[in-house]
């Protein structure tokens, strides 16, 4: 506040000029008793730089409103028409097409909302965006994409200066990936990794941000960034990752005759509990596919883990171990054959935060799962104490493992499921039986095909050794009644004689 003295001067100075100046108009319009500069619209310089900061959050806040509003206008246009045509959503399966729709689509992302352009101009922008076909998938994604970035707002808020650095830090990052898509998946994977690491560093070095809200920071930070991130980098077009995931998914398929006592797994799903537990572990390691943040796809990972941990302890009564752990998890693997495992372990070395990919738990059940990827990659006979026989003919469907005889289930078990177990022994009959007559036929044909050499061979050797000659025309021997008596020395032939009685 002014004091006397302050005030005497400045209406002597008032006066000299021949100005009446009244003593309120000096002061700041907010009425904290400081002298307002004009220039500062009547505000001091402590209550203009509060006024500033409130008028820029307003405005953020609207334009993140109009932005949803926008999104919202773009979907439902979207719906109308494809009620219109009639056109089908994506399916997982169908990756070919949902790569041609992602890249004819012409997207117009949240950011445009926050550059100096118009409204009027991202209002155009929109409208182009809504005659582009966009798939069900993508319009989740986007209501997904929104639902993160609102609450990496409200997040930051509670870090302050630090938030507005960090929310600036990857606004400007997420403008250098929209230029680079060009480059190949590991300079991108580069460029994000770096970006982690200066993000935290800069955390730490200074706004001296305690370590334990630095890594959660970290974590939100890569939460917002893969969420806007993640169709340009999970599974790129660039890459074979679609390819080794078909690989996998096959090579998954045709060991699907791998029994528990194969791979030496100490879990008894004869227990309902751990019986229980091995469906929650398949179902984590399913649901790792849904999540779009390399954070929640390990977290998926470490439930599964943990529930198998689990699914061991209960059936030895004891601690597992790690001898015990990665053969259960190979097991849950074949038995859930997860979509787009590949992708997803590629996915999450290239994108997550190093600090917890190389510690903690998280870090320890990934290794894992990579272990047992790759040892179902390279099974082999050897590995399951096969020979390689019985490993062919399992590999091809000729035959399977002897299967669980009806009369060991406990009495739990549902009729169902014993129905179908005598049918399969059945069918396993059958078809040694079916083996055995294609087995019997073929040695059948086989003798015959011998036996009938066999007598060509000897006759041929016969033929050889008492050769067939053919001999002249003989003289042909006189008549009885002939006239050559002399050379046939014969004697004539009677003559009849008539004797008259």
């Given at each position: 506040?002014?004091?006397?003295?302050?005030?005497?001067?400045?209406?002597?100075?008032?006066?000299?000029?021949?100005?009446?100046?009244?003593?309120?108009?000096?002061?700041?319009?907010?009425?904290?008793?400081?002298?307002?500069?004009?220039?500062?619209?009547?505000?001091?310089?402590?209550?203009?730089?509060?006024?500033?900061?409130?008028?820029?959050?307003?405005?953020?806040?609207?334009?993140?409103?109009?932005?949803?509003?926008?999104?919202?206008?773009?979907?439902?246009?979207?719906?109308?028409?494809?009620?219109?045509?009639?056109?089908?959503?994506?399916?997982?399966?169908?990756?070919?097409?949902?790569?041609?729709?992602?890249?004819?689509?012409?997207?117009?992302?949240?950011?445009?909302?926050?550059?100096?352009?118009?409204?009027?101009?991202?209002?155009?922008?929109?409208?182009?965006?809504?005659?582009?076909?966009?798939?069900?998938?993508?319009?989740?994604?986007?209501?997904?994409?929104?639902?993160?970035?609102?609450?990496?707002?409200?997040?930051?808020?509670?870090?302050?200066?630090?938030?507005?650095?960090?929310?600036?830090?990857?606004?400007?990052?997420?403008?250098?990936?929209?230029?680079?898509?060009?480059?190949?998946?590991?300079?991108?994977?580069?460029?994000?990794?770096?970006?982690?690491?200066?993000?935290?560093?800069?955390?730490?070095?200074?706004?001296?941000?305690?370590?334990?809200?630095?890594?959660?920071?970290?974590?939100?930070?890569?939460?917002?960034?893969?969420?806007?991130?993640?169709?340009?980098?999970?599974?790129?077009?660039?890459?074979?990752?679609?390819?080794?995931?078909?690989?996998?998914?096959?090579?998954?398929?045709?060991?699907?005759?791998?029994?528990?006592?194969?791979?030496?797994?100490?879990?008894?799903?004869?227990?309902?509990?751990?019986?229980?537990?091995?469906?929650?572990?398949?179902?984590?390691?399913?649901?790792?596919?849904?999540?779009?943040?390399?954070?929640?796809?390990?977290?998926?990972?470490?439930?599964?883990?943990?529930?198998?941990?689990?699914?061991?302890?209960?059936?030895?009564?004891?601690?597992?171990?790690?001898?015990?752990?990665?053969?259960?998890?190979?097991?849950?693997?074949?038995?859930?054959?997860?979509?787009?495992?590949?992708?997803?372990?590629?996915?999450?070395?290239?994108?997550?935060?190093?600090?917890?990919?190389?510690?903690?738990?998280?870090?320890?059940?990934?290794?894992n799962l990579c272990c047992a990827v790759a040892f179902i990659e390279k099974l082999d006979a050897q590995s399951l104490n096969l020979s390689q026989e019985d490993f062919d003919r399992f590999m091809t469907g000729q035959t399977s493992p002897k299967k669980q005889e009806s009369d060991s289930f406990s009495p739990d078990v549902c009729?169902?499921?014993?129905?179908?177990?005598?049918?399969l022994d059945l069918l396993s009959q059958l078809n040694e039986r079916q083996e055995r007559i294609v087995s019997e036929a073929k040695k059948l044909e086989k003798d015959l095909i011998d036996w009938t050499d066999g007598i060509t061979k000897e006759v041929e050797e016969i033929v050889e050794k008492y050769p067939l000659e053919i001999?002249?025309?003989?003289?042909?021997?006189?008549?009885?009644?002939?006239?050559?008596?002399?050379?046939?020395?014969?004697?004539?032939?009677?003559?009849?004689?008539?004797?008259?009685?």
């Open positions: 506040p002014f004091s006397s003295s302050s005030r005497r001067k400045m209406n002597l100075k008032s006066e000299r000029r021949g100005i009446h100046v009244d003593q309120s108009e000096l002061l700041c319009k907010k009425g904290c008793g400081y002298y307002g500069n004009p220039a500062w619209q009547g505000f001091c310089s402590k209550c203009w730089r509060e006024e500033y900061h409130k008028a820029r959050q307003k405005q953020i806040q609207e334009d993140w409103e109009l932005a949803e509003r926008l999104q919202r206008e773009e979907e439902e246009a979207y719906a109308s028409s494809q009620s219109t045509q009639g056109a089908q959503s994506l399916t997982f399966s169908k990756f070919e097409e949902k790569k041609t729709n992602e890249k004819t689509r012409k997207v117009t992302t949240v950011k445009k909302f926050f550059t100096a352009s118009s409204r009027a101009g991202a209002k155009k922008a929109e409208i182009q965006e809504a005659k582009a076909p966009s798939p069900s998938i993508h319009r989740q994604a986007s209501i997904e994409t929104d639902r993160v970035s609102k609450e990496f707002i409200e997040f930051i808020r509670t870090y302050q200066k630090p938030g507005q650095d960090i929310y600036k830090q990857c606004k400007l990052f997420l403008d250098t990936m929209s230029h680079k898509r060009e480059l190949s998946i590991e300079e991108q994977s580069e460029c994000a990794q770096d970006f982690y690491q200066n993000v935290a560093d800069r955390l730490q070095t200074r706004w001296k941000v305690p370590p334990e809200k630095v890594e959660k920071a970290m974590d939100e930070v890569e939460k917002y960034i893969m969420t806007r991130q993640y169709k340009y980098v999970f599974c790129p077009e660039t890459t074979d990752d679609e390819k080794k995931d078909l690989a996998v998914q096959k090579r998954i398929r045709a060991l699907h005759w791998v029994t528990p006592q194969m791979l030496c797994v100490p879990v008894s799903e004869e227990i309902p509990e751990v019986s229980d537990m091995v469906v929650k572990a398949i179902t984590d390691i399913i649901e790792m596919d849904s999540k779009r943040v390399p954070r929640d796809k390990l977290a998926c990972i470490t439930k599964c883990s943990k529930h198998i941990f689990n699914a061991i302890k209960i059936t030895k009564n004891e601690p597992a171990s790690a001898d015990d752990f990665l053969p259960t998890l190979i097991y849950i693997v074949l038995k859930g054959n997860p979509p787009r495992l590949q992708s997803n372990i590629q996915y999450i070395t290239r994108f997550c935060n190093p600090s917890r990919l190389m510690t903690g738990e998280d870090g320890y059940y990934f290794t009729l169902g499921v014993k129905q179908m177990c005598k049918s001999k002249g025309k003989s003289q042909a021997l006189a008549a009885i009644d002939s006239e050559n008596v002399e050379n046939d020395k014969l004697p004539p032939p009677l003559q009849p004689q008539v004797y008259a009685g």
